[in-house]
Nanobody, 125 residues
Framework: QVQLVESGGGLVQAGGSLRLSCAAS????????MGWFRQAPGKERELVAA?????????YYADSVKGRFTISRDNAKNSVYLQMNSLKPEDTAIYYC?????????????????WGQGTQVTVSS
C-alpha cells in the first residue's frame, strides 16, 4: 500500500519558518516527480514547489514563494521536504505532498498519482 505522510505543519507568526516533511512508503519513488501543493479555504489547490526525484535538474517554485521556500529530497529516506522561510499570512493553507509518475512534474493536480493527507500551516499576522 502506497502512502505519503506529511508532517511539520503548525502555527507560526509572520516572518517565521517551518519545515514540512513527506515520507513515502509502499514503493520506491526514486524516479517519481514530487510536488508540494497547498489549498486555502475557498481556493483551488495550487502547486507551490516541485522536483524531479532523481537525475538532477532544477526545481519549480510558484512566483508567490520564490526566494522563500526550498524543496529538497533525500532518496535514501524516500522523503521530500519543504523549507518555508519568511512566512506570510497568505501562506496559510493545507499543504499536500504528491507524487507523479516520471519523469516530469506538473502543475496539473489530476496528473499526480499519490497524495498525502495534508498538514495545516497557519501564519498569524
Amino acid at each position: 500500500q502506497v502512502q505519503l505522510v506529511e508532517s511539520g505543519g503548525g502555527l507560526v507568526q509572520a516572518g517565521g519558518s517551518l519545515r514540512l516533511s513527506c515520507a513515502a512508503s509502499g514503493r520506491t519513488f526514486s524516479s517519481y516527480a514530487m510536488g508540494w501543493f497547498r489549498q486555502a479555504p475557498g481556493k483551488e489547490r495550487e502547486l507551490v514547489a516541485a522536483i524531479r526525484w532523481s537525475g538532477g535538474g532544477s526545481a519549480y517554485y510558484a512566483d508567490s514563494v520564490k526566494g522563500r521556500f526550498t524543496i529538497s529530497r533525500d532518496n535514501a529516506k524516500n522523503s521530500v521536504y519543504l523549507q518555508m522561510n519568511s512566512l506570510k499570512p497568505e501562506d496559510t493553507a493545507i499543504y499536500y505532498c504528491a507524487a507523479k509518475r516520471p519523469p516530469y512534474y506538473s502543475d496539473y493536480v489530476a496528473l499526480y498519482d499519490y497524495w498525502g493527507q495534508g498538514t495545516q500551516v497557519t501564519v498569524s499576522s
